[in-house]
């Protein structure tokens, strides 16, 4: 058990029956009346974010995730198989258990599979990725002073905006979390 004032950020927690994780929270201490944790949860097994409001000191059972390092191989049908990496072990997730994540995911990508107990969760994808841009507007000479922005479509399918010096055949980091254009690679 653990104790909601010892919150932070990225603690997976189990409550309600479901798996947890921690994204935000904040300790209030009122004027009037007893202090309160407020957070912000995101499920692992449907990916909804809820708030929740704790007493302080109110208890409740940490959640011990496996975090395994795993290489995804390739997409069969409408499953992705993965395979860990030491033991070659492999493991398929359904496409709608993935769903954010394929926008992401290229083959040979390296990234971390969480499971508790024996129930895959998900995936956990590196903080940035390199990818291609497959189709965007030509860029026009000159035009890079507006400070402006145009889509552009990546090789898995993720449309971002990017400047309008970004051409077809670029290599581009992006931002995971955000889904945003970083820099050029």
Do not use: C
Request: proline content about 3%.
């Amino acid at each position: 058990m653990i104790s909601v004032n010892d919150f932070k950020t990225g603690l997976t927690i189990e409550f309600e029956g479901d798996i947890w994780r921690v994204i935000d929270f904040q300790h209030v201490k009122p004027g009037k009346g007893a202090a309160f944790v407020r957070s912000k949860l995101r499920n692992l097994r449907t990916g909804n974010v809820n708030e929740k409001t704790f007493r302080a000191g109110e208890k409740v059972e940490k959640a011990q995730i496996d975090n395994r390092r795993m290489q995804y191989l390739y997409a069969n049908g409408d499953d992705h198989v993965f395979m860990d990496n030491e033991t070659y072990e492999q493991i398929e997730l359904p496409s709608t258990q993935i769903e954010e994540e394929l926008k992401y995911l290229k083959e040979n990508m390296e990234v971390h599979i969480i499971s508790f107990k024996s129930e895959v969760l998900g995936v956990e994808l590196p903080a940035t990725v390199v990818l291609e841009v497959a189709e965007t507007e030509p860029g026009i000479k000159g035009d890079t002073a507006s400070g402006g922005s145009k889509p552009a479509k990546m090789e898995t399918g993720l449309v971002v905006q990017v400047p309008f010096f970004v051409n077809v055949g670029d290599k581009l980091i992006i931002n995971t979390e955000e889904g945003e254009y970083v820099s050029r690679a």
